[in-house]
């Protein structure tokens, strides 16, 4: 470790001292570990600010800009705080800048704070504003949005969630009429895809990992959703039949999915919806159905959903010429509507098991129902899929008002991400305005900037500048979710790594070592669990030979899971049919002779029952 590196976070002491013992204002009343979430989140932004600043600013006049700055934040509501990075991040790479001088004078009047908050990067911001600088984009737009993704917990969050669920159905449902004329356009488009596609439920259909209407979160497992199947005459009518025996479906089915509010950011929680477990069930199978569709269509060419890299590559040619512009949409999932879902898939053999997969009324927080006007929501396993084709045959449709002939298409649609040609920008968000889409104009990027983003990735003059950001699983660490923010620490460590932020790192490792343990430092980059170093020695560590294996274990913190319990005797049945389908064995597999114990034995391995929550303790962990 070098002396300037020591001295820095020497300095840095003070800073985290001053945050520590400073109160931060908020607009909201959040819950106490909220309230410590944002006290850490400040700690690890000052040791990004510390980084941003150039290294050739000496180190007293650096403490004094972070301090000065630290006393800003902590005079500032915290909400007008991170509203005002997202807005002058946003603003940077929208359009061209003559000056940082002329950058905040056109923010003065919604944020007279610009100087003050941009502080720490009024050295690099002049490359990226003046010299088109990709380096300085990143540094700067890492150093405003780096802290915008926290989580915090706020009742008044979760009550404008709700309300915005609910208005978003009122209006879906006021649109019906011209939903149902937008589902006739797709059509033809839709029908071409999927004329030779087919789509039954069978074997394919499966449990996925989350919770259901019936199944809470913490009781998630595979044999309390087999115990939880019911079903209709809907179901019946398009070929469920129970299990064998064993698994026999109950009747009335409740066709009604629990709305669930989780954080989303600093401002707003995001909406999902728990479906009933044999809905899931069923909606798994139909989507590999849709997806091997897609495969065997020449959608292909265009929607990927197992893999992001084709969005992000027309997004990086199109910030290099501008020949491609870069859609958002807001509201995404719940902006589809049922009717038009019904008209545009009509003629195709996913419709029928669309009705009879889908559920028709949500379950508030108030325990009132609300019907479903969207096909469906976030959390059925259909509508990433469903929109996903509903958004590329919009395009189609802009494409052929355009008058491009089909083999020249070159687009990409992964959900509402949507990467089209700049000849065809104009139409597209003219169809996807009057089929009842909401355009997300600050996440939307054509031919008035080189920026672009999709999937996750940022570019701008064909580089990749995409910021790195806290994660949206971070919070202060309490007793209950230790493991938890064990490996979410260790992530940012290594993040802060590749994106040359040392001192934040330094600091930040200093601080999980206080507050958890000592971790296990690994020169593979590939260890999730391990804090990656190029040369990792283990020094600090208990060292011992495991003569076994013939290697070295250290002592260091780790995560195991726990134990299980509640597990039921009478479920082994459904540990075997689970295994069996995963390893897609056949009923012709199994010899007489076969010993059906080892079977289900092995079965239990796959299985999740009912477990404890994992634990973090000092375990001696091997390398390799």
């Known amino acids: 470790m070098s002396t300037s590196h020591k001295e820095s976070i020497f300095a840095l ?81 929208s359009k061209v800048w003559d000056s940082y001088d002329s950058f905040k004078r056109s923010h003065k009047q919604n944020y007279p704070f610009t100087g003050e908050l941009m502080s720490p990067c009024k050295w ?85 990992p989350g919770r259901t209407a019936e199944v809470e979160r913490k009781q998630a497992c595979i044999t309390s959703k087999y115990a939880q199947l019911y079903s209709d005459s809907l179901l019946a009518f398009v070929g469920l039949k129970s299990f064998e025996d064993e698994f026999v479906l109950r009747g009335d089915l409740t066709r009604t999915s629990k709305l669930i509010c989780v954080p989303k950011d600093f401002s707003k929680y995001r909406t999902i919806c728990a479906e009933p477990t044999i809905l899931q069930y069923c909606q798994q199978g139909v989507a590999k159905y849709l997806i091997d569709g897609i495969r065997e269509s020449s959608l292909s060419n265009h929607v990927t959903l197992e893999d992001q890299g084709p969005n992000r590559y027309l997004a990086l040619i199109g910030s290099l010429d501008c020949s491609f512009a870069t859609v958002d949409l807001s509201d995404a999932s719940d902006t589809i509507a049922w009717t038009l879902v019904r008209s545009a898939f009509m003629g195709t053999p996913f419709l029928r098991y669309f009705y009879a997969c889908r559920s028709r009324e949500v379950r508030l927080p108030n325990k009132k129902s609300l019907p479903l006007s969207s096909f469906a929501t976030m959390g059925s396993a259909l509508t ?4 996903s084709i509903i958004y590329a045959a919009t395009v189609e449709r802009a494409f052929d008002l355009c008058g491009v002939p089909r083999p020249s298409r070159k687009y990409r649609v992964y959900g509402d991400d949507i990467v089209c040609p700049e000849a065809i920008f104009d139409c597209l968000m003219t169809q996807l305005t009057d089929f009842g889409f909401f355009v997300n104009s600050k996440k939307t990027f054509h031919s008035n900037s080189h920026f672009r983003e999709s999937c996750g990735g940022e570019y701008i003059f064909g580089y990749d500048v995409t910021p790195l950001r806290i994660g949206r699983r971070f919070s202060a660490i309490s007793s209950q979710n230790k493991p938890e923010q064990f490996l979410e620490r260790i992530s940012l460590i290594n993040q802060l790594f590749w994106a040359d932020y040392p001192t934040a790192r330094s600091c930040l490792l200093s601080h999980m070592e206080r507050e958890i343990g000592k971790p296990l430092f690994s020169d593979n980059p590939d260890r999730l669990d391990c804090v990656y170093s190029p040369a990792a020695t283990n020094y600090h560590l208990d060292m011992r030979v495991n003569h076994r294996y013939q290697v070295p274990e250290y002592l260091a913190m780790g995560v195991t899971p726990g134990k299980v319990h509640g597990r039921r005797e009478d479920c082994d049945a459904y540990r075997l049919y689970e295994w069996l389908r995963v390893n897609e064995c056949e009923d012709d597999v199994l010899d007489v002779q076969c010993d059906i114990q080892s079977i289900i ?23 390799t």
Do not use: M
């Open 601 to 623: 034995d092995g079965a239990q391995g796959l299985v999740y029952d009912i477990s404890a929550p994992p634990t973090l303790r000092r375990v001696w962990r091997r390398l």
């Open 124 to 208: 690099i911001i002049e490359g990226a504003v003046r010299w088109n600088d990709p380096q300085s984009y990143r540094r700067v737009r890492t150093f405003l949005l780096f802290p915008t993704r926290i989580n915090v917990r706020s009742e008044d969050l979760k009550d404008s969630a709700v309300s915005h669920f609910i208005e978003t159905q009122d209006l879906v449902r006021s649109w019906s009429e011209k939903n149902e004329k937008a589902g006739v356009h797709l059509r033809e488009i839709i029908s071409r895809w999927f004329r030779n596609a087919e789509c039954r439920l069978d074997e394919r259909c499966h449990h996925g």
């Open 384 to 387: 990433f899929p469903v929109e």
């Open 13 to 93: 002491q003070d800073v985290e001292l001053l945050v520590r013992r400073g109160h931060i204002p908020t607009s909201r009343s959040y819950d106490d570990i909220s309230c410590k979430s944002i006290q850490e989140l400040y700690v690890v932004w000052a040791g990004v600010a510390w980084d941003t600043v150039p290294s050739s600013i000496g180190i007293i006049q650096k403490k004094g800009v972070i301090i000065q700055w630290l006393h800003f934040l902590l005079g500032t509501p915290f909400e007008d705080v991170l509203s005002a990075c997202k807005d002058l991040a946003s603003s940077l790479v």
